[in-house]
């Protein structure tokens, strides 16, 4: 069991302001329940309708992929031969959207100097587990085939996502590189994944059940949404428990220590580790979930800042040829 720090002070300030701000009732239908978790989405997207900072620069383009799958494409300026990382937001599965993470998207396309496809997956509970992996595995193919039309090398492809958006790219990760020969993934990025299901009991789960953020009664919401009849030992949802890792591409796991997803997403970045997998973990010790990449934290905390920034340097490293890093 890791050792619960004093929780920063700027942290407790954030979270006070977001307990104010919500006040479900006592009781709901599970429908009503689902649009009230969309609707603080959304107004989270609202209350930081302006963030200083954001690249103007970056071009963004909504395509669609498929009749029922869009997406939102981010060109730094100069887009030639850059790399592309295919981005799923979180959200529990239930709720986000494109535009939930639009400033993120925008920041790290400009700092990394990357195209970043970010996905607008079907939610649960109307379309449940496998869904959002048939919309992950459609969108990276679609990726393949048509990146070099707006400039981008589907030789150098990443995957990323942060919560749920990440168990989302384990899960393609792991079943792309366990049936195909060939390497298409060059990066996996995973900011506090979803790795395992609530009934493994991680000590997170207990002493960061409530007050946080993220809530651990709602976590078991979620997997009721996303995964109502699919065994918790399943790897194609819960990826920790995979008994087999393929080789994988070099992966960053980002943890944060008041996160009810905490354990698990060390556990997994260990569990790569241990298979041989190149690894870089970064833990925020003074952090809660989401501190990077949703718009109500994004500009607001310096960790954050630094963390953003860190992935960037990790993608360019990770994705530009060697020939190009030697140069600079």
């Not at 937001?89 to 920041?107: E, I, K, M, N, Y």
């Amino acid at each position: 069991m890791r050792e619960q720090k004093p929780i920063d002070q700027a942290l407790q300030d954030f979270l006070d302001e977001q307990a104010a701000s919500s006040s479900p009732p006592a009781s709901m239908t599970n429908e009503e329940r689902v649009q009230i978790v969309r609707s603080r989405f959304v107004r989270s997207l609202e209350s930081r309708s302006f963030i200083p900072g954001l690249p103007n620069e970056v071009e963004r383009h909504d395509v669609k992929i498929a009749p029922d799958l869009n997406a939102r494409l981010y060109l730094p300026p100069h887009a030639a031969s850059l790399s592309v990382l295919v981005y799923l937001h979180g959200g529990g599965w239930v709720a986000g959207s494109v535009a939930t993470l639009d400033p993120f998207c925008r920041l790290l396309s400009q700092a990394a100097g990357i195209i970043v496809v970010s996905v607008e997956y079907r939610l649960a509970p109307e379309h449940p587990y496998p869904a959002a992996i048939e919309d992950t595995l459609i969108t990276i193919h679609w990726v393949i085939e048509n990146a070099a039309r707006w400039g981008g090398d589907p030789a150098r492809l990443a995957l990323g996502g942060d919560s749920a958006g990440a168990n989302l790219a384990a899960v393609a990760a792991n079943q792309l590189c366990s049936t195909t020969k060939a390497q298409l993934l060059h990066a996996l990025l995973l900011l506090y994944p979803v790795t395992d299901h609530p009934s493994a009991n991680h000590a997170s789960y207990r002493e960061n059940a409530s007050g946080y953020g993220l809530e651990a009664n709602v976590m078991h919401w979620f997997w009721k949404q996303y995964a109502p009849h699919v065994s918790p030992d399943d790897p194609n949802v819960s990826p920790l428990r995979l008994q087999q890792v393929p080789v994988l591409p070099p992966t960053f796991v980002a943890t944060a220590q008041y996160d009810v997803l905490r354990d698990e997403g060390i556990a997994y970045a260990q569990k790569l580790a241990i298979s041989g997998i190149a690894v870089t973990h970064l833990h925020a010790p003074d952090m809660n979930h989401n501190f990077v990449a949703t718009p109500a934290t994004v500009g607001r905390f310096p960790q954050g800042d630094a963390t953003l920034t860190q992935i960037a340097h990790w993608l360019w490293a990770i994705l530009t040829p060697s020939e190009s890093n030697q140069a600079s």
